[in-house]
């Protein structure tokens, strides 16, 4: 079972990414601010978490580092972390966040679908 954490306040990123990924094999989790995400991590671990750029008070990119700097220090494990980005010239600050990739919205749901696919794969890969 591969547990997604979706953190972003738009219901049509929320209806996008759950289109795109959803199957049986799959579980969602929702949070809709970016200070809601380190304890949702610390919770329960996701195999991915899916940031939106625009996230109410805490962006996607001070999001990303925070789960970085968590897991720098051993608190948080290490994530895969996506970004949906609003523009090109954000993926310069996806890639300052340590984002894992990043796509640039409007969505394209077979690029998000083989994206995520990639990213679990590569996290189940470095885990062995």
Do not use: Y
Not at 59 to 88: I, N, W
């Amino acid at each position: 079972m591969t547990d997604v954490l979706l953190a972003t306040d738009a219901d049509w990123v929320v209806e996008e990414v759950a289109a795109a990924l959803s199957g049986a094999d799959v579980t969602f989790r929702v949070v809709r601010s970016g200070h809601e995400v380190r304890p949702a991590v610390e919770a329960s671990t996701p195999d991915l978490v899916i940031l939106d750029f625009q996230i109410g008070n805490m962006g996607g990119m001070a999001t990303c580092l925070d789960l970085r700097l968590e897991s720098g220090m051993g608190r948080l494990p290490r994530v895969p972390v996506l970004m949906l980005a609003d523009r090109e010239a954000d993926v310069f600050l996806a890639r300052r966040s340590d984002a894992d990739a990043w796509l640039i919205k409007p969505l394209n749901p077979l690029q998000l679908r083989r994206t995520a696919h990639q990213l679990l794969e590569r996290d189940a890969a470095s885990a062995t």
